[in-house]
């Protein structure tokens, strides 16, 4: 505890060295605002420049140049971005560059920023990438009209074309446009109820009989063939009008031999039913059963025999012994394309049967149908 420095006069002397510093600092401010109010006016020391920089203004020092604005104003300009196809960002900073615009005009970097200058720096913008075109082929389609089970084409198709574009950098399935548009190809369909033949089928039963020799020259003398439908005893007997059916086209068929319902019978007599009456017909690939009687046992021994059973679905009801007006009205009601028309030549008078033949092949042909023997139906 010293007691003499508690008796110097440390603060004199300093104190009184402040307040000159104090005076004189007061001093040359004044001077320098006189200087500045009588000089500012004339510009010639006016050391910043005022710009507005997207709207915002910022003062930077008298002839300062572009780069002196990223650092006054920090503002974040970024280049652009890479977008895929849909709208997506690939990459960052590799699109277009920032611009800078002062007044209109770039602004480079050596370009002075005077006051009052308007400058506006935008954010570099994205760029889509690019394209890549391939083209593939459009299938056209098969469009089908009517029925029936003939076919003719209308109109052949062509396949068509579309581009398709594809991002080059990222792959992403982009737009598709229709450069060439496919053409459907159109097929009718046509047979039994449209442009194909319509087929019919006579058909007579249970001879060959007396009738047999009117019925073959009613045939003749329209040039329409037949299938005749022959028991094995009345074909036995008559080997000459087999002879002749074949001769003039017909298709000489198998009946059986005794005439009774196959489905009565054992599978044995059914075979013997069929094989004795074929020994003497030479063979024959159609069994019409009597009375159409047929069951799996029946279709058995004749699909074993290799052979097919022939029904009918045109009944001209001959057997009634009706007039030709009656057999010609189920003709006309019954038959159809593929029609089967049955009618007997043996086992009674079939007087009608004969006289109904003409007007019958004379109908159908005017309806557009083509007589053929049973197996160009079945
Ligand atoms: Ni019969």
């Known amino acids: 505890m010293t007691t003499r420095s508690d008796h110097r006069r440390p603060a004199s002397r ?55 604005l990223a650092e006054l104003t920090a503002l974040p300009v970024r280049p652009g971005s890479t977008l895929d196809l849909t709208g997506n960002v690939i990459s960052i900073g590799d699109g277009a560059a920032p611009s800078r615009e002062v007044d209109g005009r770039p602004l480079d970097d050596d370009v002075e920023l005077t006051d009052g200058a308007q400058v506006i720096v935008r954010h570099g913008s994205p760029t889509l990438e690019g394209l890549v075109r391939t083209t593939k082929a459009i299938p056209f389609q098969t469009v089908v009209e009517g029925s029936g089970d003939a076919l003719e084409v209308v109109k052949a198709g062509s396949l068509g074309e579309r581009a398709v574009y594809t991002g080059a950098l990222s792959r992403t399935q982009g737009f598709t446009v229709v450069l060439e548009p496919a053409q459907n190809a159109v097929v009718r369909k046509t047979g039994a109820a449209g442009k194909g033949p319509k087929l019919v089928a006579l058909t007579f039963d249970d001879g060959p009989g007396e009738y047999t020799p009117a019925v073959l020259d009613a045939l003749a003398a329209k040039k329409a063939p037949a299938t005749f439908f022959v028991l094995g005893p009345g074909a036995k007997a008559r080997p000459d009008l087999i002879k002749r059916m074949k001769a003039e086209g017909h298709l000489v068929a198998n009946h059986g031999w005794t005439h009774k319902p196959l489905t009565t019978l054992s599978e044995a007599q059914i075979r013997s039913e069929i094989s004795r009456t074929d020994a003497v017909i030479g063979g024959s690939r159609y069994v019409r059963p009597a009375y159409g009687a047929r069951n799996e046992k029946v279709k058995a021994v004749v699909a074993s025999m290799g052979m097919k059973i022939a029904l009918w679905n045109v009944d001209t009801r001959d057997w009634e012994k009706p007039d030709v007006d009656a057999i010609m009205g189920w003709v006309k009601k019954q038959t159809r394309p593929n029609g089967i028309i049955i009618m007997h030549d043996g086992g009674s008078n079939r007087s009608a049967t004969v006289a109904a033949i003409p007007v019958i092949v004379d109908w159908l042909r005017a309806n557009g149908y083509t007589l053929v023997t049973i197996d160009k139906i079945l």
Do not use: E, M, W
């Not at 402040?18 to 004189?24: C, D, F, N, P």
């Not at 040359?28 to 510009?43: K, Q, R, S």
């Not at 910043?48 to 002839?63: D, K, T």
């Open 14 to 68: 300093p104190a009184k060295r402040r307040g000159r510093r104090l005076a004189v600092a007061t001093a040359t401010a004044a001077l320098c605002a006189i200087v500045a109010f009588v000089l500012l006016p004339t510009g010639h020391l006016n050391s910043r420049s005022l710009v507005q920089v997207n709207g915002s203004l910022f003062a930077v020092p008298a002839g300062a140049q572009a780069d002196a």
